[in-house]
C-alpha cells in the first residue's frame, strides 16, 4: 500500500483567457504544492475554458493553445513546482480536427496527452477513442496513475476496464459537468460507477463558475474502490484541497494487442517528498434546492457581468415578485452599489406598485430613480391612435427604450427581470421587458420565483439581516399593470397549475395524452401547448439566462418558428 497525496483544483476559467488560464493553474499548483500534493487534478478545458462552441475550431485558436500548454509546464518548473504531476484538460488537434485532451505536466514538460473527442461543449455527443490512440499511465512515487477525459468518464466503461487490467491503482478525470436544479452533482454517480466496475480508487475535478447560459458547480470528489466517496469539495466555490490517499499499488504490464489501445507508461522521477501533516480536508455541506438554485443564479449573473467587462446592472423596478428577485440577485452578486434600479410608472400603475419599488431599492440600498413615461407613451398613442394591445404594448416598448437610452449612457448592462413560465407562453412585449443582454430568471418558472423570494428572505432573517424583497411584491397578485385591474390571470392559467403543466411538458418531455391521461384539461392542454408553439419567435430574440433546469430554452430546448404541426393525440 502506498500513500499519494492528491490536489483536487476547482477552478473558474474564463472561454478564450490562455493566459489568464494558465494563471489560475499556476495559483492552483502553487497552492496544492504548499499543502504537500504529489498530483493535482485541475477541470475539463481549465486552459482554454468551456463550453468552446466554434471556438475549437479555429486553427490559430487550438495553436495557441497547445503553444500555452507547452509555455504552463515549463513555467510550472520555473516556480518551482516541477515536481508536482499535474493533470489537466485542453485542447489540441490532430488529423482529424480539435480534439478534448487531458494532458500530464511534469518537470517542464507535457510528459503525456491523451485524445479523446471533437469538443462540441464541455460535454457532448461521444466520438470513440481514435483508432491508434495511446491510453497514458504515469508512474509516481510507485503509484500506477490512469488518465481520462471527461467524455471517456461519462461514455466509455471500456476505457476504465483497460486501464484497471494494466495495472492502474489511480484514475484521474477531468471533468466540466454543468450544475442541474434538483438533481444531485451528476460528476458523483459517474465516479462511483466507474470506481465500482474497475476496483480501484477515481478522483474528477469540476470547474466553478458561468460561461454564457451555464453554470459549473464544482463538488470535485474523490471516491475508493467501492464507490465511497473519500472527499467532496464544497458546490460554488472556488477550491483547492488536498488529501492523504492510500492506494494498493501493481506492477503495470505491457498489454497484449487485442486491437484496443496501447498503453504507454512514463515512469516520472517524483524526487524527495517533504514531510507535512496528514490531511484530510472538509466535505462540501449538503445545499436545500432553494440554495443551490440560488447560488447557481448568482454565479451566473455574477460571472457573466464581469467577464464580459460590465460593473453595474440596471432595469426596471415594477414592484413586482421577479424584478424584486432579480434585485435581490445583483446585490449578492455584484453588491448592491452594482445596482440602478428604474421605476417607470404609467397612468395604469398602482400607488402600491410604485411604494413596493421605492421599498425594494430601500431595502436593498442601491441605486434609484423614478421617470414616469405617462407623457412619452401619450404621444405614442395620440400620434398613431393606438388602443387594446397596440396602446398596452407601447407602455412597455417605451420603458425598453428608456432602460437602454441610460445604458448607453452610464454603461449599465440591462437585465431581463422576465421568467420561464412567461417565455414559455410568450407573455412578454419584445422590444419592451424583452430588452437587455441577460435574463436571470429566463430558467426558473414563476412559482419557483416565489419559493426563492420566500427562502432569501428567511435566509435574510436567520442571519439577522433586512429580508431584501417586500412581502407585499411576494403575496399580491401578479399583474403587468398594462390597463386598469389588470392580472395576469386575464390572459393565463393559474401559475400553480401552468408550471406544473410546463414542468411536465417541457422538462420531464410528457407529450399532450400523457398530459391529459394525468388529469389536465384538456381545452386548457391545447391552449397552452399552441402558445409555446406560436411564441418561439419572442424566445429566439430574448437575452441569454442562466440555465439551471434539465431543458432549458436556447440550449435544450428549440421549436421551429415555422411549425405547421399540432400534436393532436
Same mark, same amino acid.
Given at each position: 500500500m502506498t500513500q499519494l497525496r492528491v490536489g483536487l483544483?476547482?477552478?473558474?476559467?474564463?472561454?478564450?483567457?490562455?493566459?489568464?488560464?494558465?494563471?489560475?493553474i499556476r495559483e492552483g499548483t502553487a497552492e496544492a504544492a504548499q499543502q504537500g500534493a504529489d498530483v493535482v487534478l485541475f477541470p475539463e478545458l481549465v486552459l482554454t475554458g468551456c463550453p468552446l462552441e466554434d471556438l475549437a475550431s479555429h486553427p490559430a485558436f487550438a495553436q495557441d493553445s497547445r503553444e500555452r500548454l507547452a509555455a504552463l509546464a515549463r513555467e510550472?518548473?520555473?516556480?518551482?513546482?516541477?515536481?508536482?504531476?499535474?493533470?489537466?484538460?485542453?485542447?489540441?488537434?490532430?488529423?482529424?480536427?480539435?480534439?478534448?485532451?487531458?494532458?500530464?505536466?511534469?518537470?517542464?514538460?507535457?510528459?503525456?496527452?491523451?485524445?479523446?473527442?471533437?469538443?462540441?461543449?464541455?460535454?457532448?455527443?461521444?466520438?470513440?477513442?481514435?483508432p491508434g490512440q495511446s491510453l497514458e499511465v504515469l508512474q509516481l512515487h510507485g503509484v500506477n496513475i490512469g488518465m481520462?477525459?471527461?467524455?471517456?468518464?461519462?461514455m466509455s466503461a471500456d476505457t476504465c476496464t483497460t486501464l484497471a487490467n494494466s495495472g492502474v491503482d489511480l484514475i484521474l478525470a477531468p471533468a466540466a459537468i454543468p450544475f442541474e436544479r434538483g438533481a444531485a452533482n451528476r460528476l458523483a454517480p459517474l465516479l462511483q460507477q466507474r470506481a465500482t466496475e474497475t476496483g480501484i480508487v477515481i478522483g474528477g475535478a469540476n470547474p466553478v463558475g458561468g460561461q454564457d447560459g451555464l453554470v459549473f458547480d464544482g463538488n470535485s470528489r474523490i471516491v475508493d474502490g467501492h464507490g465511497t466517496g473519500l472527499y467532496q469539495a464544497p458546490r460554488f466555490e472556488s477550491r483547492v484541497a488536498?488529501?492523504?490517499?492510500?492506494?494498493?499499488?501493481?506492477?503495470?504490464?505491457?498489454?497484449?494487442?487485442?486491437?484496443?489501445?496501447?498503453?504507454?507508461?512514463?515512469?516520472?522521477?517524483?524526487?524527495?517528498?517533504?514531510?507535512?501533516?496528514?490531511?484530510?480536508?472538509?466535505?462540501?455541506?449538503?445545499?436545500?434546492?432553494?440554495? =443551490?438554485?440560488?447560488?447557481?443564479?448568482?454565479?451566473?449573473?455574477?460571472?457573466?457581468?464581469?467577464k464580459n467587462g460590465f460593473q453595474s446592472t440596471l432595469f426596471g423596478f415594477s414592484g413586482g415578485i421577479d424584478s424584486a428577485v432579480c434585485a435581490a440577485l445583483v446585490a449578492?452578486?455584484?453588491?448592491?452599489?452594482?445596482?440602478?434600479?428604474?421605476?417607470?410608472?404609467?397612468?395604469?400603475?398602482? $400607488?402600491?406598485?410604485?411604494?413596493?419599488a421605492e421599498e425594494l431599492a430601500e431595502r436593498i440600498g442601491c441605486h434609484f430613480r423614478s421617470e414616469n413615461v405617462e407623457d412619452i407613451v401619450a404621444d405614442y398613442v395620440t400620434r398613431l391612435q393606438l388602443t387594446g394591445l397596440a396602446e398596452e404594448n407601447i407602455q412597455a416598448r417605451v420603458r425598453g427604450m428608456l432602460l437602454m437610452a441610460i445604458s448607453n449612457m452610464e454603461g449599465h448592462l440591462v437585465l431581463a427581470p422576465a421568467n %420561464?413560465?412567461?417565455?414559455?407562453?410568450?407573455?412578454?412585449?419584445?422590444?419592451?421587458?424583452?430588452?437587455?443582454?441577460?435574463?436571470?430568471?429566463?430558467?426558473?418558472?414563476?412559482?419557483?420565483?416565489?419559493?426563492?423570494?420566500?427562502?432569501?428572505?428567511?435566509?435574510?432573517?436567520? $442571519?439577522?439581516?433586512?429580508?431584501?424583497?417586500?412581502?407585499?411584491?411576494?403575496? %399580491?397578485?401578479?399583474?403587468?399593470?398594462?390597463?386598469?385591474? =389588470?392580472?395576469?390571470?386575464?390572459?393565463?392559467?393559474?401559475?400553480?397549475?401552468?408550471?406544473?403543466?410546463?414542468?411536465?411538458?417541457?422538462?420531464?418531455?410528457?407529450?399532450?395524452?400523457?398530459?391529459?391521461?394525468?388529469?389536465?384539461d384538456t381545452e386548457t392542454v391545447d391552449r397552452i401547448l399552441r402558445m409555446i408553439k406560436g411564441t418561439e419567435y419572442k424566445r429566439r430574440q430574448y437575452p441569454p439566462g442562466t440555465r439551471?433546469?434539465?431543458?432549458?430554452f436556447d440550449r435544450d430546448r428549440r421549436f421551429p418558428i415555422t411549425n405547421a404541426w399540432h400534436e393532436t393525440h
Open positions: 483544483a476547482q477552478l473558474n476559467p474564463t472561454v478564450g483567457d490562455l493566459a489568464g488560464n494558465a494563471a489560475l510550472l518548473a520555473d516556480d518551482g513546482h516541477g515536481a508536482t504531476l499535474v493533470i489537466l484538460g485542453c485542447l489540441d488537434h490532430d488529423e482529424t480536427g480539435p480534439r478534448n485532451a487531458v494532458a500530464a505536466l511534469h518537470r517542464g514538460m507535457v510528459v503525456a496527452e491523451q485524445f479523446d473527442h471533437h469538443p462540441d461543449g464541455a460535454f457532448g455527443e461521444h466520438h470513440p477513442t481514435h481520462l477525459s471527461g467524455t471517456d468518464l461519462g488536498t488529501m492523504d490517499t492510500t492506494i494498493g499499488t501493481n506492477v503495470v504490464e505491457t498489454s497484449p494487442d487485442t486491437g484496443g489501445p496501447r498503453i504507454r507508461h512514463h515512469h516520472l522521477d517524483g524526487g524527495s517528498r517533504s514531510q507535512h501533516p496528514h490531511t484530510t480536508p472538509v466535505s462540501g455541506e449538503a445545499l436545500s434546492d432553494e440554495a =443551490q438554485t440560488w447560488s447557481a443564479l448568482v454565479l451566473g449573473l455574477r460571472d457573466y457581468s464581469r449578492d452578486a455584484l453588491g448592491a452599489d452594482a445596482l440602478h434600479g428604474v421605476s417607470m410608472p404609467s397612468r395604469y400603475s398602482s $400607488r402600491h406598485s410604485t411604494e413596493d %420561464k413560465t412567461e417565455l414559455a407562453v410568450g407573455y412578454s412585449t419584445l422590444y419592451g421587458d424583452a430588452v437587455g443582454g441577460f435574463a436571470p430568471l429566463k430558467d426558473v418558472f414563476k412559482t419557483q420565483v416565489w419559493r426563492l423570494a420566500r427562502w432569501r428572505n428567511d435566509e435574510a432573517n436567520r $442571519r439577522g439581516e433586512t429580508p431584501p424583497i417586500p412581502e407585499r411584491s411576494i403575496n %399580491k397578485p401578479a399583474s403587468a399593470e398594462l390597463r386598469p385591474d =389588470q392580472a395576469d390571470t386575464d390572459s393565463l392559467p393559474e401559475y400553480t397549475l401552468l408550471d406544473s403543466l410546463l414542468g411536465r411538458y417541457l422538462e420531464d418531455e410528457w407529450d399532450r395524452a400523457a398530459l391529459v391521461t394525468s388529469g389536465f439551471v433546469s434539465r431543458r432549458a
